[in-house]
C-alpha cells in the first residue's frame, strides 16, 4: 500500500492517469457547471433577460442534480458500505448521497426563496459595490438594478456543500469548506435594506470564519504529522493502530490530541456549536433572509455531515477520546443558547440561538458513536432543515409596512394570529415542531436522537437535553402566544401577499414537517440499521480509495 | 431499557384467535374511518366555496363508510366463528432503536355491530339533517363536525388498544362539544356545552387513569396484552383498573353520578341529539364495559358495581323522564334509563354482554327515530318543546305520528317489537345471574319498564292527541321528504331488528367470539319468551304504566302550564337535584379548594416558578453580555473556546 506520500510524489500520476467514476461525481459536476455557466452568462446575456435565464439554470441544475442523487443510489454496490472516486478523495456511501440529496432539496426550496421578487425588489442590494446611501446607490435603485450573480454564489455554495460531508480525506474537506463559505460571506453583506449592518455582518462571519479556518488546517497538519496521511482511511488505521507508520512504536497522541481538537473547532465553528457561536445571531440577523435560510438550513446539514464523517471515519476508533470533549461542548451549547434566547426580542436572532440549540441537540446523537446516532442525526437535520426554511420564509412577509423592511421586532408581532390566520398558524407549526410537539418531525428527530443517546449511556446529556426542550418550549410558546391571544398592537405589521415562490417554500415545509411527523418511517426505515442488517458504521465507508 | 419493548400492537385475542385480515375490505378498514375525515377535512378548510354542495358531500361518506362496513361485515362472516377477529395494522408511526409505536384495528363481530351502527343510523340523520338544517348559513360547518363526529367515533370502536380508544374517546368528545354549543348564540348552548365539556373531563380523567396503570402495570396498552395479563396482576389493581374505566364509562354514557350533563345538551340541533346523545356516543360507555370484559372478570367488586350503578341510573333516568314538559329532555331522561338497562347487563358479565349490546343497537333505532320525530314535530311547530304547547299533532302530521308511534311501541317493550326482544333479554339474564343480587336488579328493571311506559305514554298522549293547545301563531305541517325518509327506515328498524338479532340468539352467537360466551348455554324458546314470569310480569308492569299515564293525560284536560308540583314531582322535576348536589358537594368546596390552591400556587408555586423564571432571564441577560458585536470578542471567545476542547482532550494524554 502506498502512502500518500509517496503518492504525491510520484509521477506516475500523469503516465498512469487514474480512472475517474465521473457518473459517481455527477450531481456535484452539475451543479458546478452549471455555476460556470452562470458567470457566462453575467457577461454575455442582456441584462433585462438575466434573471429569469438565471434562475432557471439554477433550479434545473440543482433538481438534475437532485434526480442524479436518486438515480445513483440504485448504483452503490451492494453489501460494501460505499464507493472512494479519485483516489478516495470524495466518499460516495449512503451517508453522503443522502446528506448531499437533503442538501439539494432545502437548497431549491431556498433558491425559491431568494429568487422571490415583489414587484421589482428582491432581497438584495441593487448595487452592492454602491456606498450605502449614496447618490449612486439611489441611482441603482431607481435604475431597478439587480444583482444575478446571486445565483451562481448560490450554486458554488451549494457545491462545496455536496463536497463537504462527502470528502474522502482532510484536504478535500478543506477545500469543500472554503468553496462552500467564500460565497456565503459574499451574500451575507448583499442585504437590500440595513446595509451597512449586513456588511457588518459579513465582514464578521468572514474574518470569524477564517480564523476557524485556520484552527481547521493546523488540525490537518498535526493529524498529517501524526499519521504520515490525509486519507480518512489511513488515519483511521493508524488512530486504530495507535500510532501511523511515522510512529511504529506508538506515541504521537499530543498530536492526534491535538489534531482532534483543532480540526473540531473549525468543524463546531460552522455548526455554531458554543462557544463558537457568536457569529450566528449577528450574521442571521444581518444577512438577507433569504440567505439566512440557506445557511441555516443547508449548512447546517453540510456541517454536520462533515462533522459526523469527521469523528465517525478517521477519529472513529478514538471515540473515547473526544467524547468527552463534545459532551462538554454539547452541554454548554444546550443550556446556555437556550437561556440566551429567553431574552431576545428580534425574531431573526431567536432563530439563529435557536438553531444553536438544535445544534446542540443533534451533538448528543453524535456523542452516541452508534448507527443509531448516525440515523437519528442525519433525520434531525432533515426535519429541522424543512421547518427552519419554512419559518424563514414567513419572516420576510411580515413587514413594518407595504414596501417596507421586515418586522423582525417580536413586540411588532402581536395579534398576528388575528389579521392572518393562515401564515401564523403555519409559524405556530413551525414553532411546535422547533420545541419538539408530537405529530410534527421535530418530537421523532428529538426522539430519535435522545434514543440515541440513552442507548449509548449518554443519559445524564439526555436529561439537559430533555430541561433545554422545556425552556426552548416556553419563548417558542411565547411567540404563538403572542402571535393569537394578544391584541394586534397600534400600527401593526402588515403581511405581504405570499408570492408563489415564497408561498410554495412555506407550504413545502407545512407539508415536510406535518408528514415527517405524522408518517416518518419511510426516511427514518432507511436510515436506522434494522436488526441483522450489517451493522457498525457501515453507512459511512472509510474508503480505501481505487488505488 | 423497559420502554423498548413496549409494544400497542395487537398479537393475541383472549378469546379468538386473531388473524391478520388478509381479505381487500377489511385489510383496507382504515378506510372506514378515512372517509368521514376527509369529509370534514374538506368541509372545514374549504371554506364558503363548499356551501353549496357540502352537505351532499358530507352526507355521501359517511354512507360510503356504510357501505364498506358492510362488505366488511360479510368478509368477516365468510370466516369461521371463532376466526373472525382481524387485526388490521394499518402503519407504525415510527419505530426507533427498540420502540415501535404502531396504530391498528381491530375488526370482530363488536366492533363491526358498532361500526354499522354508527355509519347505518350516522347516515340516516345526516340525510334527515339535510332538511332540518336546511334554513341555518352554517349548515357546512354542521356537517364537517358531524363527520368529524362519525369519524372520532369509528376510531373509538376500531382501535386495537387503550390509547387509540382514548384518542376516539376524546375526539368524539370534543365534536359533541362543538355540536351542543352549534348554536353558539344562545347562552343556554353554550353553558350546556362547557357543562358537557367539564363533566366528561371527570370520566375522562378516570379512564386515561386506568390506561396509565394498565402501562405501569402490564407494559402494554393493547387490548390483547392487557388482557392476557390481567390474571397475573394484583386484585386490587384490577378493581382499580375497572372501577376507573367504570367511571370513565359514567362520563361519557351519562350514567350516575355523571348523568347531569346529558339534559342540558339536548341545547344542540335535533339531529345531534339524536345521533350523538342518543344512539351512539353515549353508548361508548356500554362499549368500553364490553369490551373490557376480561377485566372486569377479573375484578368482581367492580363488575358488581357496574350493575348497581345501571339499576340505579335506568331508576333515576325514568323517573326524570316522566317529569319533564320539554319533548327532548323527556326523551333524554329515557335515554339515560335505557343505558342504565345496557349498563346493568354489562356488569352482568358475560351472560349480559349480548343482551346488552343487542338493546344498544335496537335502542340506537328506535330512540333515534323517537328524536328524529320530536324534531320534525319542533320543525313543524316553530321549535316549540313545551308538549303541554302540542296535542292533537297526528292529523297534522300523520308520519311522524306513525312513525314516532312505531319508535314508542317499541321503547316500552310492546310485545314482538324490537325493545321487547332485546329488554326481555336483559330482565331475564338479571333474574337468571342470580342471587338476592339477581332478584334486585330484576326488579328495578321491572319498576323500570313500568315507569318507561308511563311516560312515553305521557310523551305520546302530550304530544299526538288530546286537545290542540297550540301556540296562536303554530301552523304544524308534516316535514319534508329528506326528513320523513330516515324516520321511516328507523321504524322499520324499531319493528323488525329485535327479531332479526334475539331470534335464535342469532346475535348472541355472533358475538361470541369477541366477548365470550357464558357458562350455561340457553336455548331459545319462542314460547318462554311470553310464558316465563319475568316476562309476564314486564307485560303487567307495561300495561299498568300506560294505564295510569292514560288516566292522568288522556282522560284530564292538560293544563297550559305546568302545575304546582308535590314533593315527588318536584323532586323529578329537578332532575333528582342532582344539579343541587353537584353544586353543593362538589362546585362550591370546588370552588374553595379552587381558591385556596389558586392562594398556594400565585404565593408558593408561582414563586418557585417565577424565582426559576427570574433567575433564567437574569443569567440570560448577563449572557448576553457576551454578545457584544465586536469581531475581536467573538475571536477571544472562541480561543477560550479551542483551549477548553483542547484541554478536555489533553485530560485523555
Known sequence: MMSSAQLMAAPAITQNPPEIDYWLLSPMLVVFGAAVIGVLIEAFVPTARRRAVQLGLALAAVGAAFVLTILITGSLPEGEAGVGVAFGSVAVDPVSVFLQGTVLVLGFISLLLIAENRSGESAFAAQAAAVPGSEEEREHVMAGSQHTEVYPLVLFALLGMQLFPAAGDFLTMFVALEVMSLPLYLLCGLARRRRLFSQEAAVKYFLLGSFSSAFFLFGIAMIYGYAGSVSFAEVAAAVDEGGGPLFPDGGGRPLLLLGIGMVAVGLLFKVGAVPFHNWKPDVYQGAPTPITALMASCTLVAAFGALLRVFYVPFGPSAADWAPMLWVVAVLTMVVAAVIAVTQRDIKRLLAYSSVVHAGFVLTAVVAASPEGLAGAMFYLAAYGFTTIGAFAVVTLVRTHENGPEANELSQWAGLGRTSPLLAGSLALFLLAFAGIPLTSGFIGKFAVFEAAMAAGATPLVVVGVLSSAVTAFFYVRIIVLMFFTEPAEGGPIVVRAGAFTGSAIAIGVAATFLLGVFPSPVLDNLVPQPGQQQSESLLSAVEGER | ?653
Open chain 2, 1 to 653: 431499557m423497559a420502554v423498548s419493548e413496549i409494544t400497542l400492537a395487537a398479537e393475541q385475542h383472549v378469546t379468538a384467535v386473531t388473524s391478520q385480515a388478509s381479505g381487500a375490505v377489511l385489510s383496507n378498514a382504515w378506510l372506514l374511518i378515512a372517509f368521514p375525515l376527509v369529509g370534514a377535512a374538506i368541509l372545514l378548510l374549504g371554506g364558503r366555496r363548499t356551501d353549496s354542495w357540502g352537505h351532499w358531500l358530507g352526507t355521501a361518506l359517511p354512507l360510503a363508510s356504510f357501505g364498506w362496513a358492510v362488505a366488511a361485515l360479510f368478509e368477516i362472516l365468510a370466516a369461521a366463528p371463532e376466526e373472525r377477529s382481524f387485526a388490521v395494522p394499518v402503519y407504525t408511526w415510527f419505530s426507533a432503536g427498540g420502540f415501535d409505536a404502531e396504530v391498528g384495528l381491530l375488526l370482530d363481530p363488536l366492533s363491526i355491530s358498532f361500526a354499522l351502527l354508527i355509519t347505518g343510523v350516522g347516515s340516516l340523520i345526516h340525510i334527515y339533517s339535510v332538511g332540518y338544517m336546511a334554513h341555518d348559513e352554517r349548515r357546512r360547518r354542521f356537517f364537517a363536525y358531524l363527520n368529524l363526529f362519525v369519524a372520532a367515533m369509528l376510531v373509538l370502536v376500531l382501535a386495537d388498544n387503550f390509547v387509540l380508544l382514548f384518542l376516539g374517546w376524546e375526539g368524539v368528545g370534543l365534536a359533541s362539544y362543538l355540536l351542543i354549543g352549534f348554536w353558539q348564540h344562545k347562552d343556554s348552548a353554550a353553558v350546556a356545552a362547557k357543562k358537557a365539556f367539564l363533566v366528561n373531563r371527570v370520566g375522562d380523567m378516570g379512564l386515561l387513569i386506568a390506561v396509565m396503570i394498565m402501562f405501569t402495570t402490564f407494559g402494554t396498552v393493547a387490548f390483547s396484552g392487557v388482557f392476557d395479563a390481567v390474571g397475573q396482576a394484583g386484585a386490587g389493581t384490577v378493581t382499580a383498573i375497572g372501577l376507573l374505566l367504570l367511571l370513565g364509562a359514567c362520563g361519557k354514557s351519562a350514567q350516575l353520578p355523571l348523568q347531569s350533563w346529558l339534559l342540558d345538551a339536548m341545547e344542540g340541533p335535533t339531529p345531534v341529539s339524536a345521533l350523538i346523545h342518543a344512539a351512539t356516543m353515549v353508548t361508548a360507555g356500554v362499549y368500553l364495559i364490553v369490551r373490557a370484559g376480561p377485566v372486569f372478570e377479573a375484578a368482581p367488586a367492580a363488575q358488581a358495581t357496574v350493575a348497581v350503578v345501571g339499576a340505579a341510573t335506568l331508576l333515576a333516568g325514568a323517573v326524570i323522564g316522566c317529569a319533564k314538559d320539554d319533548i327532548k329532555k323527556a326523551l333524554a331522561g329515557s335515554t339515560m334509563s335505557q343505558i342504565g338497562y345496557m349498563t346493568l347487563a354489562a356488569g352482568l358479565g358475560p351472560i349480559g354482554y349480548a343482551a346488552a349490546i343487542a338493546h344498544l343497537i335496537t335502542h340506537g333505532f328506535f330512540k333515534a327515530g323517537l328524536f328524529l320525530g320530536a324534531g320534525s314535530v319542533m320543525h313543524g311547530m316553530n321549535d316549540e318543546v313545551d308538549m303541554r304547547r302540542y296535542g292533537g299533532l297526528r292529523k297534522a302530521m300523520p308520519v311522524t305520528f306513525a312513525t314516532f308511534g312505531l319508535g314508542y311501541l317499541a321503547i316500552i317493550g310492546f310485545p314482538l317489537l324490537s325493545g321487547w326482544w332485546t329488554k326481555e333479554g336483559i330482565i331475564e339474564a338479571a333474574f337468571a345471574s342470580g342471587g338476592s343480587v339477581g332478584i334486585g336488579l330484576g326488579v328495578a328493571a321491572l319498576v323500570g319498564a313500568g315507569l318507561t311506559a308511563f311516560y312515553m305514554t305521557r310523551v305520546m298522549i302530550l304530544t299526538f292527541f288530546g286537545e290542540r293547545r297550540w301556540a296562536e301563531d303554530a301552523h304544524p305541517h308534516e316535514s319534508p321528504r329528506s326528513m320523513t325518509a330516515p324516520m321511516i327506515v328507523l321504524a322499520a328498524g324499531s319493528v323488525v331488528l329485535g327479531a332479526v338479532l334475539v331470534f335464535g340468539y342469532r346475535f348472541a352467537h355472533f358475538l361470541e367470539p369477541a366477548v365470550g360466551a357464558p357458562e350455561e348455554a340457553h336455548e331459545f324458546h319462542l314460547a318462554a319468551m311470553f310464558t316465563s314470569p319475568s316476562s309476564l310480569a314486564a307485560l303487567g308492569m307495561l300495561v299498568v304504566g300506560a294505564a295510569v299515564a292514560w288516566f292522568m293525560y288522556g282522560r284530564r284536560e292538560v293544563p297550559a302550564t305546568a302545575p304546582e308540583p308535590g314533593p315527588v314531582t318536584a323532586f323529578a322535576r329537578n332532575e333528582l337535584y342532582g344539579n343541587a348536589l353537584n353544586e353543593g358537594l362538589l362546585m362550591r368546596p370546588g370552588q374553595a379548594v379552587t381558591a385556596a390552591l389558586s392562594a398556594f400556587d400565585t404565593k408558593v408555586v408561582d414563586g418557585l416558578v417565577n424565582g426559576v423564571g427570574t433567575s433564567v432571564r437574569d443569567s440570560s441577560r448577563g449572557l448576553r453580555g457576551a454578545q457584544t458585536g465586536f469581531a475581536r470578542t467573538y475571536a477571544l471567545t472562541m480561543l477560550f473556546g479551542a483551549a477548553i476542547v483542547v484541554a478536555t482532550l489533553a485530560v485523555r494524554f
